[in-house]
């Protein structure tokens, strides 16, 4: 058996603190060097504080990247039964919701912070905060870790965990692809996913706050790229809601490449478009008298309709609804089952819930996360050009991520 290793790992976020952990049982020696002022700051804020911190449905295809396939390996190490158990054992009860989302049975984020911060020290892993990492060398086999007061740590194997740019505020602002890059790693270019879409309009502060559940398709070259149904919100910018962060990925990923994105949102996607017009026809029928705005009352949010109207060109919202013409009562129907909007953009950094690109897969042995390109440096984590679906798949990443690179860095 050779020597103890000396283990620094940059970042006491998710996959720092799972890395920590697995490289201590593995015999290393640990330190934790954090920015703030404590560990796990972004922990707490997952699961709008509930952290859905797995999901039950793993499956690679819920991960985007350069080589999405890279997740196999390591999944196949420390996967979803491996980490309810490895919570489990810490003393977390869990609990399966829709989708397979998977929460801690407390309904409390801080529990898993909790129980890591519980086992770290019990490990007796040091824990160095306030220490912002500004720069990794390597000379004559050994690591230095130098801090921006100048303070200097030094170790055998280096797990770099820094997280991406996704909400800033907690640590995160992706000075960790600078020092991957001085290292000598490539990073495929970095945009916001998981992140609320900003479209072209003049009316949404108009209707902003106004929620509903349909469905939202992401349109390229008239292609529908993503589909996905759920609570949909309209916000001052333009839309929000789980389906708009699901697919807001595809459309982060075109606009980088300059290309035009549209959006389709399908307000009344419960019943056919013949039922929905027939249903029309009928309340139109029976108040012919009611002024157009209001014989839509009661169905659709009251908020909606002046701006549907005006989108399918009726100016005069008070002339009575039996004069409408068949081609204005179908324009109508056309905004409620397909209205069209152009994507001018997605919410920035401190919207997006993770970071799409970061360090090639290429240059990081799918196997171990060693560094091909620097030996005894490792990866774990957001900064990884991994990024997976809403729903808990982006903290698996992380733990499983940061498990295998501890296992491999303290050997
Ligand atoms: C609001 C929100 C909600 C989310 N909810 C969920 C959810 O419910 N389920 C899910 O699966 N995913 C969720 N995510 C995504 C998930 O939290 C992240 O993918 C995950 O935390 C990434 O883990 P990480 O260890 O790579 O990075 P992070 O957790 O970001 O940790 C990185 C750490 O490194 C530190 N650091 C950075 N640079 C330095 C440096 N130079 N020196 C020292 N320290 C440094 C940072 O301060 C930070 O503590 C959510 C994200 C957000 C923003």
């Avoid at 419960?270 to 027939?278: A, F, H, K, V, Y």
Wanted: one cysteine or more; charged letters at 20%.
């Amino acid at each position: 058996m050779g020597a103890k290793k000396q283990v620094v790992i940059v970042g006491g976020g998710a996959s720092g603190m799972v890395a920590a952990i697995s490289a201590k049982r593995k015999g290393a020696d640990v330190t934790i060097l954090e920015r703030n002022p404590r560990i796990g700051k972004k922990i707490l804020a997952t699961g709008n504080g509930r952290c859905n911190f797995t999901n039950i449905n793993l499956d690679a295809a819920c991960y985007h990247g350069s080589n999405p396939q890279f997740v196999y390996g390591v999944f196949s190490e420390f996967g979803v039964q491996e980490t309810i158990a490895f919570f489990e054992e810490l003393g977390i009860a869990h609990k399966v919701e829709e989708a397979g989302k998977v929460f801690p049975m407390s309904d409390q984020a801080s529990s898993i912070l909790d129980v890591l911060l519980y086992e770290l020290k019990e490990l007796g892993i040091r824990i160095v905060c306030n220490a912002y990492v500004q720069n990794i060398k390597k000379e004559q086999g050994r690591f230095s870790v130098e801090l921006a007061d100048g303070t200097c740590f030094h170790g055998d194997r280096v797990i770099i965990a820094t997280g991406g740019k996704a909400m800033p505020s907690s640590g995160s602002d992706g000075n960790g692809y600078t020092l991957a890059e001085r290292l000598g790693h490539t990073i495929i270019p970095l945009f916001p996913a998981l992140v609320q879409m900003m479209l072209e309009g003049d009316y949404f502060r108009h209707i902003q706050g106004v929620k509903f559940i349909g469905t939202a398709e992401l349109l390229h070259n008239h292609k529908v790229l993503a589909k996905e149904r759920g609570d949909i919100l309209f916000a001052n910018y333009g839309v929000s809601g789980p389906p708009i962060l699901q697919i807001s990925r595809k459309a982060g990923e075109l606009l980088q490449a300059q290309e035009e994105v549209f959006l389709k949102i399908i307000l009344i996607d419960s019943m056919r478009i013949g039922e929905l017009s027939e249903l029309l026809l009928k309340r139109m029928q029976n108040r012919p008298e009611k002024n157009v705005e209001f014989s839509l009352v009661g169905l659709i949010n009251k908020r909606l309709i002046p701006v549907i109207l005006k989108e399918a060109g009726i100016s005069d919202l008070h002339c009575p609804v039996g004069n409408l013409s068949v081609k204005e009562r179908d324009k109508i129907i056309r905004i409620l089952t397909d209205w069209r909007f152009k994507v001018r953009g997605t919410k920035s950094w401190s919207s997006a819930q993770v970071t799409a690109g970061g360090v090639v897969t290429a240059e990081i042995n799918q196997k171990t996360l060693a560094s091909k390109i620097i030996s005894d440096l490792y990866f774990a984590g957001e900064i990884i050009d991994v990024d997976g679906k809403c729903g808990g798949f982006n903290l698996q990443w992380a733990w499983s991520s940061g498990y295998l690179a501890g296992q491999n860095a303290a050997l």
